[in-house]
């Protein structure tokens, strides 16, 4: 149980275009999502909290602009890349959390590698 | 805030043998959450323990286990019987409880099992 996904797994887009990616928790209802960037060699960096049906929370220095995040249901959250330019390449990971008070424990999708070109 | 660091950025350890990898954190909090976490080379990030700041059993899964000092603040892993696909970069995380859900990754560990 308790398996998250991602589509697509990886996609390379025109600079100056939008891509969206989905995120999907399929056997579980998660209440809250994360979205997380990873580049190479490196450890996960938070972007935002996604709570079902409210407005993302984004950390400090991510352009919420940029990064439009929607969760509009309890097993689906979204991540669009808008404008997208060579330097939003990196590898794009979300997370969820059940719907239940006192869990903490997260599920991770598989990535998505996302290129600029 | 809460930090977590991982000191030891590559590893090794022959195959079978046995591996210690370790983190350190920093908080005010009392009751949170840690946990390591394995990145193999897909990418896909899997949870390999957890440990609960309340409970004073060091939590085992299998082959691992950890070594929770609360008054140091340490959290380190043990892996027994290293196997090749233990291979992967490993993280050690942290939630601070009281409702915060965030998670707080250490920098990684790239850790390789040697045949």
């Known amino acids: 149980g308790a398996v998250v996904s991602q589509h697509p797994s990886r996609v390379i887009c025109k600079s100056g275009t939008s891509v969206k990616i989905e995120c999907r928790s399929l056997d579980f209802q998660a209440t809250t999502m994360f979205w997380y960037r990873q580049f190479p060699k490196q450890s996960l960096m938070l972007m935002a909290t996604?709570?079902?049906?409210?407005?993302?929370?984004?950390e400090q220095g991510v352009e919420k602009d940029k990064f439009l995040i929607n969760h509009a249901s309890l097993t689906l959250s979204t991540l669009t890349v808008t404008s997208a330019h060579p330097e939003d390449s990196s590898f794009y990971i979300c997370s969820a959390r059940l719907g239940l008070a006192g869990t903490y424990e997260q599920y991770f999708g598989p990535g998505t590698r996302l290129t600029v070109t | 805030a809460q930090t977590v660091t991982q000191s030891q950025p590559e590893m090794s350890v022959q195959e079978a043998e046995t591996v210690t990898l370790s983190c350190t954190y920093d908080?005010?909090?009392?009751?949170?959450?840690l946990f390591w976490y394995k990145q193999p080379p897909s990418r896909q990030m899997i949870l390999v323990i957890r440990q609960e700041a309340y409970k004073q059993q060091n939590a085992t899964e299998n082959r691992f286990s950890v070594n929770f000092q609360k008054a140091a603040k340490s959290f380190s892993l043990k892996i027994s019987d290293s196997q090749l696909g233990d291979t992967a970069m490993y993280f050690c995380a942290f939630i601070p409880g009281a409702g915060s859900y965030q998670l707080t990754f250490g920098k990684g560990t790239k850790l390789s099992v040697i045949p």
């Open positions: 996604s709570n079902e049906g409210s407005k993302a929370t984004y």
């Open positions: 908080t005010s909090e009392s009751n949170y959450y």
